[in-house]
């Protein structure tokens, strides 16, 4: 089946810096990917639709400017947190579409997420 | 952006008891997936259902999607503490972007 690859699982950064995530699709290309971003026991907010070769579609209220996404090639999305601070310390998910389901529906494989901690 | 509720957003039952976790929408969507979520890790495509009315079994689950494709519900049978976890509905927006749930967390104690 598809497998998305998450990376890194987890990161520590200090605050100021910047922190990048990639995402990758191992066995298929993905024209489209999704970052999310999930607070502690809460469920999963859509930050950006991440479009290959062309510009990320941000969800209203996230800063474009503070999440940087790149989409470069067709296998792999990057999620780039700038100048993070504290309240930027969440679980970042990406997703990919795979492809069809088996009723045609939209099937989008998970990654296992990355866990950023902001001192 | 079209809202899902679901409810409840924790239940704790004890083991062999059933549950029904419900999703519901005033809006129609193309298709509604159901996932299961572990603490530190991605969502996992449990079902999707397509067609209202559909109901799908999968093990001691049942899901089943409304006939004006707005809500859904996921029943477990004589539920076990390995269905534990965090359960999430994500409805889909055409053939973009899901829009997902507040989650169920469940706990089954033995």
């Known amino acids: 089946g598809a497998v998305v690859s998450q990376h890194p699982s987890w990161v520590i950064c200090k605050s100021g810096t910047s922190v990048k995530i990639e995402c990758r699709s191992l066995?298929?290309?993905?024209?489209?990917m999704f970052w999310y971003r999930q607070f502690p026991k809460q469920s999963l907010m859509l930050m950006a639709t991440?479009?290959?070769?062309?510009?990320?579609?941000?969800e209203q209220g996230v800063e474009k400017d503070k999440f940087l996404i790149n989409h470069a090639s067709l296998t792999l999305s990057t999620l780039t947190v700038t100048s993070a601070h504290p309240e930027d310390s969440s679980f970042y998910i990406c997703s990919a579409r795979g492809g069809a389901g088996e009723d045609g529906a939209n099937v989008l494989t998970f990654g296992a997420g990355s866990r950023l901690t902001v001192l | 952006t079209q809202l899902l509720e679901q409810s409840p957003q924790f239940l704790s039952i004890q083991e062999g008891e059933n549950l029904t976790v419900y999703c519901n929408s005033s809006?129609?969507?193309?298709?509604l997936q159901w996932y299961r979520q572990e603490p530190g890790e991605g969502p996992v495509l449990l079902v999707t259902v397509v067609t209202g009315g559909e109901v799908k079994k999968l093990k001691r689950l049942t899901f089943q999607f409304g006939d004006a494709r707005k809500d859904s519900s996921l029943h477990i049978t004589a539920a076990q503490p390995g269905d534990t976890g965090l359960y999430l509905c994500a409805g889909a927006q055409g053939a973009q972007k899901l829009v997902f749930g507040q989650g169920t967390r469940l706990t089954i104690n033995p």
């Open positions: 991440s479009n290959e070769g062309s510009k990320a579609t941000y």
């Open positions: 066995d298929f290309q993905a024209t489209t």
């Open positions: 809006s129609v969507f193309s298709s």
